[in-house]
Nanobody, 115 residues
């Protein structure tokens, strides 16, 4: 079993920054992919950014140049640095861990960007 604990969400003004963290614990092996997704009511959950165990990253087009994903393998933790936030970034952000055939999710953290 794998547990994911997120932190760092909150309310910020447009143009501001937030840093999300997600710590994974449990039966984790060295090769896995972690990422951040977000969801707003009435819409599907979408991938914001992902990072492989080797450090390869990918981003949603809307956040490229503003968000940076990183990970600390020793701590089994992934981070999402969000800069130049926009009101359209408002969503519940979920941490995700892909381990083999299994997907694990955090509880979600609310990010609200006011205009």
């Amino acid at each position: 079993q794998v547990q994911l604990v997120e932190s760092g969400g909150g309310l910020v003004q447009s143009g501001g920054s937030l840093r999300l963290s997600c710590a994974a614990s449990g039966r984790i092996f060295s090769v896995y992919v972690m990422g951040w997704y977000r969801q707003v009511p009435g819409k599907q959950r979408e991938l914001v950014a992902g990072i492989s165990s080797g450090g390869s990253t990918n981003y949603h087009d809307s956040v490229k140049g503003r968000f940076t994903i990183s990970r600390d393998n020793a701590k089994n933790t992934v981070y999402l640095q969000m800069n130049s936030l926009k009101p359209e970034d408002t969503a519940v952000y979920y941490c995700n861990l892909e381990l083999g055939l299994y997907d694990y999710w955090g509880q979600g953290t609310q990010v609200t960007v006011s205009s």
